[in-house]
């Protein structure tokens, strides 16, 4: 059985001459009203054109930031609206309001083809409450529902989950599409041998990935500063790094539960070491002789060819969290080593992880490119791989509201 199975794309779904309601993920940075980073808005840029071609009346909707207290006109959509206007090279109407007659006035004032943007959805906390009153203000304003924002799909919040229920019609963009195929294929049967990546800041946010993965995989390759609190685990003294000494039990545990089930378990055997975090220099040490008074920011050479071995006849590799601390120059050779080699493996290879993803684009040359996916959400990826149902996915499914 495949993830994508029940759910219509927009390819299947009736939209032409339609009004549609186009949840996307337009959750921004922004810098005193200036878009500082458009990758979402391109991302969604594909699925936008489609609908337009196909002759639909567009109704763009999405949250932007965390408005805590209602309407914040540092929030407004509009700072989105101009620069998707700058690529659609067409006319965007933002009205004040995502609901209402506000909002129906620039909505039934749309011809075939056109397209507007609503009101940042957050300016009504009932959006986050996935309130059915809220959701049925928004289902006034469309024939069919399609959801393209895959960063939220792991929330029941009203415009990706109660109004989804509202539509007969109802869909997944192509973004959408992307992440459901890709990810799915990980839960539902990733081709053997599968070798999963795990490194980052903390093994607490990460445990009940490691535990869904230990079902799965046949390797599990640490690194990162969680690395750290599994060799403390194994006895290893990391000296100053980061170890989260409550979690030396559970990592134990995890690394008993991967014996039982016959996962072979890869940690650092050498590191690149400094005295602090804003160190501008490291040096490479064993993992068993970490000087005094040194932390461990980064995997060693010698650990980078290990995992690399690992990679080589894979045929599925997921990861998740850097290796280091890949911001600054002297700790990403790990991270951006590790990506060159799962991305020239011929693996099926996926990447999940704000971190992470931002990691592999940093890689640089064409490592992005050649990866078979990187997902676009952070959190919706992670619970995804844990075998978690999302509500914006699940309510996609079956034909009929
Ligand atoms: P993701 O967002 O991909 O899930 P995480 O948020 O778990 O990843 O972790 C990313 C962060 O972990 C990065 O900011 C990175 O600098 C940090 N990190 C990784 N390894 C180390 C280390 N050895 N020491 C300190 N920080 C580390
Ligand atoms: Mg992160």
Do not use: M, P
């Given at each position: 059985m495949g993830y994508l199975d029940g759910i219509r794309t927009i390819k299947d779904l009736p939209i032409e001459n339609k009004r549609l309601f186009l949840r996307v993920d337009f959750n921004v940075p922004l810098d005193q009203g200036k878009v500082t980073d458009d990758t979402r808005v391109r991302e969604a840029l594909p699925t936008i054109k489609h609908a337009m071609s196909r002759g639909a009346k567009v109704i763009l909707a999405s949250h932007l930031g965390r408005p805590k207290k209602g309407p914040d006109p540092a929030l407004s959509m509009e700072h989105v609206g101009a620069v998707l206007a700058e690529h659609l090279k067409a006319e965007v109407h933002v009205p004040d309001d995502c609901i209402g007659d506000a909002a129906k006035k620039v909505v039934f004032d749309l011809r075939d083809g056109q397209v507007c943007l609503l009101e940042n959805l957050r300016f009504h906390l009932e959006e986050e409450k996935d309130d059915e009153a809220f959701a049925a203000a928004l289902s006034q304003l469309a024939d069919v529902y399609v959801d393209d924002a895959f960063g939220a799909v792991h929330r029941a919040h009203a415009s990706v989950h109660g109004l989804a229920k509202?539509?007969?019609d109802r869909g997944c963009g192509f973004l959408l599409e992307k992440e459901i195929a890709a990810l799915g294929k990980l839960v539902t049967g990733a081709d053997k041998p599968y070798v999963a990546v795990l490194g980052g800041a903390k093994v607490s946010d990460k445990i009940a990935v490691v535990e869904a993965l230990l079902a799965q995989v046949d390797a599990l390759v640490i690194g990162g500063a969680m690395a750290n609190t599994f060799l403390a685990a194994m006895g290893?003294?990391?000296?100053?790094?980061?170890?989260?000494g409550d979690k030396l039990a559970l990592a134990r545990t995890l690394l008993e539960k991967a014996k039982q089930k016959g996962v072979e378990v890869l940690v650092p055997i050498d590191g690149v070491v400094a005295?602090?975090?804003?160190?501008?220099e490291g040096a490479v040490v064993d993992v068993s002789s970490v000087p005094d008074g040194k932390m461990i920011l980064d995997i060693g050479p010698k650990t980078i060819e290990l995992f690399a071995k690992r990679f080589a006849n894979a045929k599925t590799i997921f990861w998740n969290g850097p290796m280091g601390l890949f911001e600054k120059a002297p700790f990403s050779k790990g991270t951006f080593g590790v990506a060159d080699a799962m991305a020239n493996s011929g693996a099926f290879t996926v990447v999940g992880g704000g971190d992470s993803a931002a990691a592999v684009n940093a890689a640089g040359g064409d490592i992005a490119k050649k990866m078979s996916h990187i997902s676009t959400g952070g959190g919706a990826s992670l619970e995804l791989i844990e075998g978690k149902k999302l509500p914006g996915i699940e309510v996609l499914r079956g034909t009929t509201a």
């Open positions: 509202l539509f007969r290893k003294d990391c000296k100053a790094s980061k170890v989260e005295g602090s975090l804003e160190a501008t």
